[in-house]
């Protein structure tokens, strides 16, 4: 079962029946990855990601068949394995086949749906296409078995500290729901874009729902606690017939392992400049952990810090060692600093003066 993890703050427009603010607790860790590009034949390389292009039933689609086979279009021909993988649909379906047609992927079901029911097909951002690009932000598509495609919807944006907005997952549930992360048993789910901005759709109305935010940074669409985000939107959001949609939530998220930015100005009036001017910063809980940067000529520094607390000074290193050597270096006063996850501490001033050094 999924297990809270560290921090989101959430502020949404006031609506009737709609909550306007919440806290929860998260952790988040970030992960690389990386792409290589290949060059179609006779022409130049191939640096544009794909998209879907048509979808059947398209997003908005209502009294969709039972026995459907949907099929996604996409702008160019694609890596079946990845495109494939990267394919599924919400709430969860056995899917028996993916069938490749040219551009186009069709689904085979196991079963038939269920009635009255709305599904989300959605595409994440892992599928590329045969020179090796990613979807990037991913796609979902939204249609219903019933009659009527439902009004309902949760809409916003994600402020994301740390990391890239992105393709993050909005995870919807019914209330009282407990939610487990490895069966993917959302009933709806939402797709950030670049900016952050996501929209999930076809809610039933009336109808009371939380929210969880996914950020997949290890991209292999399963949650993986050392690397990726999982976190509670603590609140619920209530869709009535007068007031079915919550509009302009947003989610500040933060990667609390993300490094903060320090900088400053360093001030030297030492009258000897023999030596290379540095600044060294180091870790209070663990002092062999040090950061240490040469102070550029006019004076600036910049460091990127883990979030925790750190002591800096600047130095004049005359044997160009890396280390202060504190009884024959001159230094400025050491000042204490916390630095946020994501954070900045900017405008620090260590000043350089004869009668300075020591600890």
């Not at 996501?198 to 109808?207: D, K, N, S």
């Not at 959001?237 to 900088?263: C, H, Q």
Request: aromatic fraction near 6%; charged fraction near 25%.
């Amino acid at each position: 079962m999924i297990r809270a993890l560290g921090g989101i703050a959430l502020t949404a427009r006031r609506g009737r029946g709609l909550p306007l603010a919440c806290s929860a607790v998260f952790l988040v860790m970030m992960a690389t990855g990386c792409a290589k590009k290949e060059s179609p034949s006779g022409g130049p390389p191939d640096l544009d990601p794909p998209r879907v292009v048509s979808a059947t039933p398209d997003s908005g689609f209502a009294n969709v068949a039972l026995d459907v086979r949907p099929t996604l279009t996409f702008s160019e021909g694609m890596e079946p394995r990845s495109t494939s993988d990267a394919v599924s649909i919400a709430p969860p379906v056995e899917i028996r086949q993916r069938r490749w047609k040219g551009r186009s992927l069709t689904l085979v079901f196991a079963d038939s749906l269920d009635p009255q029911r709305t599904y989300t097909l959605f595409v994440a951002g892992t599928a590329r296409d045969r020179h090796g690009n990613p979807y990037g932000t991913g796609k979902t598509v939204v249609f219903s078995t019933g009659a009527v495609f439902p009004p309902g919807s949760i809409s916003g944006r994600i402020d994301a500290r740390g990391f890239a907005a992105g393709g993050s997952y909005l995870w919807c549930y019914d209330e009282g729901h407990v939610p487990d992360s490895t069966a993917r048993d959302f009933d709806a789910l939402g797709l950030a874009d670049d900016d952050g901005s996501f929209e999930i759709a076809g809610l039933a109305v009336p109808g009371r729902y939380r929210l969880w935010t996914f950020v997949d940074l290890n991209g292999n669409r399963s949650l993986e606690p050392t690397t990726d985000i999982l976190a509670a939107v603590d609140t619920t959001f209530e869709l009535i017939a007068a007031s079915p949609r919550a509009a302009d939530v947003l989610l500040k998220v933060v990667n609390p392992r993300a490094p903060g930015i320090v900088s400053g100005i360093v001030l030297d009036s030492l009258p000897d400049s023999t030596g290379v001017l540095h600044v060294v910063a180091v870790s209070a809980r663990d002092t062999t952990k040090q950061v240490l940067i040469q102070v550029e000529r006019d004076g600036a520094f910049e460091l990127r810090l883990d979030a925790g607390t750190w002591t800096l000074r600047a130095f004049r290193d005359l044997d160009s060692n890396r280390a202060w050597q504190p009884a024959r270096e001159r230094a400025s006063p050491r000042i204490e600093i916390v630095v946020e996850p994501a954070g900045r501490v900017s405008s620090l001033n260590l000043e350089l003066r004869p009668e300075t050094g020591g600890p």
